[in-house]
C-alpha cells in the first residue's frame, strides 16, 4: 500500500482509501490494545476510539516526520493508558488475596532464591499481575515493554515518545514498588505463619 496516495485520498474523503488503511493498522493496533486491555469488549472499542483518533488528527501527520506507523503506535499506547486510567482503581493486596499457589511461588522466588518452573507460569503470570497493580499506568506499561516484551529503552521511545531519560527514571521508580510490595507480601506471610 502506498501510504502517501491514500492519506491523499482520505482527505479527499475517499471512504475506500480510508478503509483500506484501517486493514492495514488493525493489527498494529490490535496487538498493541490486546497486551494492554484484557477485557475483549473494551479492548475492541479501544481499538476503535484509537482509529477514531488517527482519522481526526490527520492532518497533523506528516510523512517525513519518521513514519505512519510509530505515529499511529504512539497514539494507541497514549489511548491505552487513558483508557486504563480512567478504570484504575490500586486496591491493596493482601497476603490472603494470594492463591495457596501464588504465596509458595512468592516463598519460592523472593525468599528462597529459586527459579520458576514451567508448571508455575500462569501463576507467576497472576503474581505479577497482582504486584504491578500498584504501579501508575505508564508505569506499567514500561515494564511490560521491558520486562515482557524484552524492549529497550530506544524501541520504548520509539513506540511511545517519552525520552529514554523518562523511560530509565519510570523503570527505576516501578521497580522500587514493586520490590516494596513483595517485601510488604512477604512479612504479612510471615506474620500469618506464626
Sequence with gaps: MEISSCLEKIRQNDQKAATELVEYLYPLVS?????????????????????????????????HQGGLEPWVSKITYNTCLNRIRSQMRKPEVRWTD?????????EKVFQEDQQVDSFQATEAK???????????????????????????????SKRTGWSRVNIRVRAHRARAKMRKRVKNLLNQGSHESI
Design 126 to 156: 497472576e503474581l505479577l499481575e497482582n504486584l504491578m497493580q500498584c504501579l501508575s499506568p505508564k508505569e506499567k506499561l514500561i515494564i511490560e515493554m521491558m520486562e515482557l516484551e524484552e524492549l529497550d529503552g530506544e524501541e520504548i
Design 98 to 106: 494470594l492463591s495457596e499457589g501464588q504465596r509458595h511461588l512468592m
Design 31 to 63: 496487538k498493541i490494545v490486546r497486551r494492554r486491555i484484557t477485557d475483549p469488549g473494551e479492548a475492541e472499542d479501544t481499538a476503535q476510539e484509537v482509529f477514531l483518533k488517527v482519522f481526526r488528527h490527520l492532518d497533523r501527520f506528516r510523512i
